[in-house]
């Protein structure tokens, strides 16, 4: 069975630096995504990648957030200075097609210090 | 601001009984509907998708859906203990998922 897979899936970090999270999407599917999650709230939407470009963010994906996708399979997100607010599971997902099911990552725990 | 509203519970059903999810959703347009379950700490899982007016069911889980009136329910027949976890109603609107708060459920042994 394809699946979404992330690494890490715990990453510890010091306030102000760099950290990037990484994903493979399941590997015919076109739309990408990452959301997350602080404990005990919704999942919220972070950003939509579509053919190699963002399609859409949300406020929180200001500009200490970026994406790529480097190469044919990996999908990253990074966050130049983390603050203490970013401590929060973060997942990536993906679907195949416009109205196809979404498949989440297993996530990354996130622990800004 | 596209809206999905849940009943955050929690909802508790004895073992064996039938569990009731509810969601209304704001968009009009919205074309697709999912029901997520997640255990806490793990990722959210995809139990039901339903696309049309009407029923649609699989094992012990029938999704309800209702465009008219905005709605999207689950039913769990025979709660197991397993299915205790927090269910997350989606929306697709686009290609943008949106995604309720959560319900809840405790199945008591």
Same mark, same amino acid.
């Given at each position: 069975?394809?699946?979404?897979?992330?690494?890490?899936?715990?990453?510890?970090?010091?306030?102000?630096?760099?950290?990037?999270?990484?994903?493979?999407?399941?590997?015919?599917?076109?739309?990408?995504?990452?959301?997350?999650?602080?404990?005990?709230?919704?999942?919220?939407?972070?950003?939509?990648?579509?053919?190699?470009?963002?399609?859409?963010?949300?406020?929180?994906?200001?500009?200490?957030?970026?994406?790529?996708?480097?190469?044919?399979?990996?999908?990253?997100?990074?966050?130049?200075?983390?603050?203490?607010?970013?401590?929060?599971?973060?997942?990536?997902?993906?679907?195949?097609?416009?109205?196809?099911?979404?498949?989440?990552?297993?996530?990354?725990?996130?622990?800004?210090? | 601001?596209?809206?999905?509203? +849940?009943? *955050? !519970?929690?909802?508790?059903?004895?073992?064996?009984? $039938?569990? &009731?999810?509810?969601?209304?959703?704001?968009? @009009?347009?919205?074309?697709?509907?999912?029901?997520?379950? +997640?255990? *806490? !700490?793990?990722?959210?899982?995809?139990?039901?998708? $339903?696309? &049309?007016?009407?029923?649609?069911?699989?094992? @012990?889980?029938?999704?309800?859906?209702?465009?008219?009136? +905005?709605?999207?329910?689950?039913?769990?027949?025979?709660?197991?203990?397993?299915? &205790?976890?927090?269910?997350?109603?989606?929306?697709?609107?686009?290609?943008?998922?949106?995604?309720?708060?959560?319900?809840?459920?405790?199945?008591?042994?």
């Amino acid at each position: 069975e394809p699946e979404v897979t992330q690494t890490p899936s715990h990453q510890v970090t010091q306030m102000g630096q760099e950290v990037i999270l990484r994903c493979v999407p399941i590997s015919n599917h076109l739309y990408f995504y990452w959301y997350r999650q602080i404990l005990g709230q919704k999942v919220e939407f972070l950003v939509s990648f579509y053919n190699n470009e963002i399609s859409e963010k949300s406020e929180i994906f200001d500009d200490q957030f970026s994406v790529e996708r480097p190469d044919g399979s990996n999908f990253t997100l990074k966050i130049r200075s983390t603050k203490l607010e970013d401590s929060a599971m973060y997942f990536c997902a993906s679907k195949n097609g416009r109205n196809e099911k979404l498949f989440f990552g297993s996530g990354t725990q996130l622990s800004v210090l | 601001q596209k809206e999905v509203e +849940q009943n *955050s !519970g929690p909802l508790s059903v004895p073992e064996g009984a $039938i569990a &009731s999810l509810n969601c209304t959703y704001s968009d @009009r347009v919205s074309q697709s509907f999912f029901w997520y379950r +997640q255990y *806490s !700490g793990k990722s959210p899982e995809l139990i039901m998708s $339903i696309y &049309s007016n009407g029923d649609k069911e699989d094992g @012990r889980f029938t999704a309800q859906l209702n465009k008219a009136s +905005q709605y999207v329910s689950l039913l769990i027949r025979d709660s197991q203990p397993s299915d &205790s976890a927090t269910y997350l109603c989606a929306v697709n609107s686009g290609n943008q998922f949106y995604f309720g708060t959560g319900t809840s459920l405790t199945v008591i042994p």
